[in-house]
């Protein structure tokens, strides 16, 4: 037996793991230290603040007493206040004295304690919508009118007689100024392989040949896709189909739902070479932009124009405003598919648990720091929503607990909290045991 053909499977399986470990760190960071400064603010002392479970790999103590500290399980964190009887603050360990009873979580003002397990998913949530925003503000936004940039990296046969600077008014006669959008535009073109583009440049306006449009490239692979399984990485170009030359990503994606699931054999251009790909259509839950879901046959990509466009700086309460709408379409579409999971309606593949959320995280490491870090402001998101779910154990319980106590002037029995707090574990121990088998058995 030859070790030597582990290796790759090894360094992808460790960068996997490495990836994982670091969105969950620093999801997990930024969560309860949400608890733990709205806490101090609140006048709640926390006493561990703690990364990971398990033997302590480092601590420190700060001037105010609070032990921080790295744990050897990466897998989650915790800040446990003053008196509390555990990590999850429940319950009380008895040795607070009358006078530091204003300081633990169980002897806070009902406002301080509310205030402080909130702050855990709104952190969060900020924590998605600064990473929105930081991209959006990163990336610019396309210049207005559509102006040529350069070039994406395309076979020879996809060559264009465009430069940096043209400003772009029609395609094929039909003008940019008169349609919205790139599919408005694409499903005016005729489906031509060269295209004659009309361009302002230099004050002339004159006629340029270029490659049809919207063409085969590759912008993004999503995540434990058929595309993804097959090694398909961004910028890929697809020139043929079995056998058959494609130019436009219209084509590829009438042969793909023609398929119906049955293996394609795609030639795929990267770089230069030239490479042979056999992949299997898979049926797929897509959110729709009105709403609920619609299942279609997909291999995971998504395609773009031919060009970069030239791009303008955004402002950065514009972006602070286009990173909300990202958490919004983020938290409602998470919730939509729950709900048509819960009904029947969509498959529970369209669950992850911890195996899914891995192999997600090393792909999106794989295609770029950007990738990677939008998926932590996504995965952020899920988080904090998750968490506000009115389960015992999660934040939004502990919300529940204390929406009663404000209603009926008194706190909840210890005896039937600590019963709730059990239930709601095994209902969380229950859903990652199924996400597991979903990840790894049933959903592959």
């Known amino acids: 037996m030859d070790l030597m053909q582990f290796v790759p499977m090894f360094g992808n399986f460790a960068f996997m793991i490495a990836a994982f470990v670091v969105a969950l760190s620093i999801i997990v960071a930024i969560h309860e230290y949400g608890h733990y400064i709205v806490g101090r603010w609140c006048g709640i002392h926390a006493e561990v603040f703690s990364l990971g479970f398990g033997p302590v790999i480092f601590r420190r103590t ?84 559509l102006t040529f940039g350069e070039m994406r990296p395309l076979p020879p046969s996809f060559s264009s007689d465009l430069r940096a600077g043209d400003v772009m008014i029609a395609v094929e006669g039909v003008r940019f100024d008169e349609v919205e959008g790139t599919v408005s535009i694409t499903d005016q073109l005729p489906l031509i392989e060269r295209m004659s583009y009309t361009v302002s440049r230099d004050g002339d306006i004159i006629d340029v040949e270029g490659p049809y449009y919207f063409p085969t490239a590759v912008l993004s692979v999503s995540p434990r896709s058929a595309a993804d399984d097959a090694d398909i990485k961004i910028n890929d170009v697809i020139t043929a189909i079995d056998g058959a030359p494609v130019f436009a990503f219209s084509q590829v994606q009438e042969l793909v739902l023609a398929a119906d699931g049955a293996p394609l054999e795609f030639e795929v251009w990267r770089d230069g070479e030239t490479l042979q790909k056999t992949i299997a259509p898979r049926r797929v839950d897509m959110p729709m932009a009105e709403g609920g879901f619609e299942t279609r046959w ?86 904090g929503l998750i968490n506000l779910f009115p389960i015992p154990v999660l934040d939004g319980g502990h919300l529940v607990f204390y929406a009663y106590e404000a209603v009926t002037r008194r706190k909840p029995n210890e005896r039937a909290v600590q019963v709730f707090m059990f239930v709601g574990l095994g209902l969380i121990l229950s859903l990652m045991t199924f996400t597991i088998l979903n990840d790894t058995i049933l959903c592959p």
């Open 298 to 383: 997909l291999i995971g990509i998504s395609g773009t124009i031919f060009f970069n466009e030239r791009t303008v700086a955004v402002s950065p309460w514009e972006a602070t405003q286009m990173g909300a709408r990202g958490l919004w379409n983020t938290v409602t579409t998470s919730l939509s598919a729950m709900q048509h999971i819960l009904f029947g309606q969509i498959s529970t593949c369209n669950l992850s648990g911890p195996v899914g959320i891995a192999e997600t995280s090393g792909s999106m490491a794989e295609q770029g720091a950007q990738s990677f870090i939008w998926f932590i402001g996504a995965l952020s998101a899920a988080v």
């Open 62 to 145: 700060d001037k105010r007493g609070t032990v921080w500290q790295i744990a050897a399980l990466p897998l989650g964190g915790f800040v446990r206040f003053m008196g509390d009887a555990n990590a999850a603050s429940v319950g009380s360990d008895g040795t607070v004295s009358d006078a530091d009873l204003r300081r633990t979580m169980m002897g806070a003002p009902l406002w301080a304690r509310t205030a402080t397990v909130a702050a855990g998913p709104v952190f969060n949530f900020v924590l998605a919508i600064a990473i929105f925003a930081g991209s959006i503000m990163y990336q610019g936004r396309s210049a207005d009118p």
